[in-house]
């Protein structure tokens, strides 16, 4: 079965980086197009960031833009979310998910993704 599974959470001060990484196996990587979100207790899963199969299609929220860059290695089944000048209002937990299509392009919502991770904590202290 599909595993997805993030890596490359920590604490970090505000103004600080952080890379997160996320594998995906037992699924043809380079098909699929990747998405991360963050979730806060009590708040709904808020779309960060996505990256069509072919790179060409890319989304970012506002709060992020400018900030946080994401990547992928479909070599590696590898997805990456590049984190600068972190701000506490970036603690989360932080996932990534597979579009549920094989189709190039991006979406920032939460129902378009299947097979998501276990997360990885993000704590930024200010």
């Known amino acids: 079965h599909v595993q997805v599974v993030e890596s490359g959470g920590g604490l970090v001060q505000a103004g600080g980086s952080l890379r997160l990484s996320c594998t995906v196996s037992e699924l043809t990587f380079d098909d699929y197009s990747m998405g991360w979100f963050r979730q806060t207790p009590g708040q709904g899963r808020e779309g960060v960031s996505c990256i069509s199969w072919s790179g060409a299609s890319t989304y970012a929220a506002d709060s992020v833009k400018g900030r946080f860059t994401m990547s992928r290695d479909n070599a590696k089944n590898t997805l990456y979310l590049q984190m600068n000048s972190l701000k506490p209002e970036d603690t989360a937990m932080y996932y990534c998910?597979?579009?549920?299509?094989?189709?190039?392009?991006?979406?920032?919502?939460?129902?378009?993704?299947?097979?998501w991770g276990q997360g990885t904590q993000v704590t930024v202290s200010s």
């Open positions: 998910a597979v579009l549920k299509w094989t189709q190039d392009y991006c979406s920032g919502s939460p129902i378009d993704f299947n097979y």
